[in-house]
């Protein structure tokens, strides 16, 4: 089955960096949609970055555009997130989840319907 396993939050000082990794098994990254997503204590869950693996040019969020970076290993069946600049207003949990079809939804945000979602990791930034 499809598992997904992130890695790599932690508490960091404001301006500081963090990478996160999300580990997949049970199927191809090449055939997927991969994205990062973000939920704080009492906010509505927001999608941060999507690739479509096999094209490997990431959608960002405005709010991180410029500030985060995706990636992805095809070898390591492994996909980043380099996280720097890091905000206050960047503490959350952190997902990443899988999907077989595309990342956008018609009105060009990222979609928050995937099929299959990890545990996910805390990221705390500090004042």
């Known amino acids: 089955e499809v598992q997904l396993v992130e890695s790599g939050g932690g508490l960091v000082q404001a301006g500081g960096s963090l990478r996160l990794s999300c580990a997949a098994s049970?199927?191809?990254?090449?055939?997927?949609?991969i994205g990062w997503f973000r939920q704080a204590p009492g906010k509505e869950r927001e999608g941060v970055s999507c690739?479509?693996?096999?094209?490997?040019?990431?959608y960002y969020a405005d709010s991180v555009k410029g500030r985060f970076t995706m990636s992805s290993d095809n070898a390591e069946n492994t996909v980043y997130l380099q996280m720097n600049s890091l905000k206050p207003e960047d503490t959350a949990v952190y997902y990443c989840a899988a999907d077989p079809l595309v990342c956008l939804t018609g009105s060009d945000t990222i979609d928050l319907n995937f099929g299959s979602w990890g545990q996910g990791t805390q990221v705390t930034v500090s004042s």
């Open positions: 049970g199927f191809t990254l090449d055939d997927y949609a």
């Open positions: 690739m479509d693996v096999s094209d490997g040019s990431p």
